[in-house]
């Protein structure tokens, strides 16, 4: 019975020590995902960023087109 305890608590111990590396290695390339988020629900929503867009550059072409005119 104490083989299978000492067995036990050596295996608990190999897998905090891999965790505990996992946990390094995730902590040293968390710069990786730091960042400005995905904006694509801005874009993809009625209104949204790209429905923005649209507007201004139709009026900007008719500022240009006034432009030209005059």
């Known amino acids: 019975m104490g083989g299978v305890l000492i067995g036990i608590v050596s295996l608990k111990e190999d897998l905090m020590a891999t965790l505990n590396k996992e946990v390094r290695m995730l902590d040293e390339d968390s ?37 030209s005119i005059k």
């Open 31 to 67: 710069w990786m995902f730091e960042g400005p988020r995905s904006r694509i629900h801005l874009i993809t929503r009625p209104g949204g960023l790209l429905s923005k867009h649209a507007e201004t550059m139709k009026l900007t072409q008719k500022r240009n087109q006034n432009a």
